[in-house]
T-cell receptor, first 112, second 113 residues
Framework: NAGVTQTPKFQVLKTGQSMTLQCAQD?????MSWYRQDPGMGLRLIHY???????DQGEVPNGYNVSRSTTEDFPLRLLSAAPSQTSVYFC???????????FGDGTRLSIL | QQQVKQSPQSLIVQKGGISIINCAYE??????FPWYQQFPGKGPALLIA?????SEKKEGRFTISFNKSAKQFSLHIMDSQPGDSATYFC????????????FGQGTRLTINP
């Protein structure tokens, strides 16, 4: 049982480049979320989805896009990377509302 | 705006001692309060959670104490072990929005052998 799988684990980008962080879960969870983790700030919600075809913004959505075409996948897109987006990104999923979230092991992203 | 404030930022405890981490929240509509444990290179993992209808919840060596009137909750780790060394995050959310967690800043806990 793989749980929540994030790829890649590490990535270095140049300012202005675009990329997609992948997140997949094999638990048939309806809810999926993206967080970023920065020192001294805990984790902050970027975007979330309550099911296929439904997404919404979290606390820090600017500079990021998401889509949810299938239950399993929830990719996070950076259209034009900025140094302020250097962070560790975590994807999480939960079966339904009110259920605990399961986190992936993160993608460490550096933008030069 | 930091809706959940966590302290201390770092904590060193001797093996066998009690580790205490505190959190305070602002939104009185929050009604789900989980604690997550994170090891280096890994994602956070749910440790224990509480809802405001109880003042305390215990699971093994881990206990959450909850004070609704003060809008505070804390994690107590009894008989702390070196394997407990990790970063701990408190969080809060609305019960019907449990996917929208608001996290505290985190506490790096070190248990000295």
């Amino acid at each position: 049982n793989a749980g929540v799988t994030q790829t890649p684990k590490f990535q270095v980008l140049k300012t202005g480049q675009s990329m997609t962080l992948q997140c997949a879960q094999d638990m048939n969870h309806e809810y999926m979320s993206w967080y970023r983790q920065d020192p001294g700030m805990g984790l902050r919600l970027i975007h979330y989805s309550v099911g296929a075809g439904i997404t919404d913004q979290g606390e820090v959505p600017n500079g990021y896009n998401v889509s949810r075409s299938t239950t399993e996948d929830f990719p996070l897109r950076l259209l034009s990377a900025a140094p302020s987006q250097t962070s560790v990104y975590f994807c999480a999923s939960s079966l339904t509302q009110g259920q605990p979230q399961h986190f992936g092991d993160g993608t460490r992203l550096s933008i030069l | 705006q930091q809706q959940v404030k966590q302290s201390p930022q770092s904590l060193i405890v001797q093996k066998g001692g009690i580790s205490i981490i505190n959190c305070a929240y602002e939104n009185t509509a929050f009604d789900y309060f989980p604690w997550y444990q994170q090891f280096p290179g890994k994602g956070p993992a749910l440790l224990i959670a509480i809802r405001p209808d109880v003042s305390e919840k215990k699971e093994g060596r881990f206990t959450i104490s909850f004070n609704k009137s003060a809008k505070q909750f804390s994690l107590h780790i009894m008989d702390s072990q070196p394997g407990d060394s990790a970063t701990y995050f408190c969080a809060a959310s609305l019960r019907q929005g449990a996917q929208k967690l608001v996290f505290g800043q985190g506490t790096r806990l070190t248990i000295n052998p």
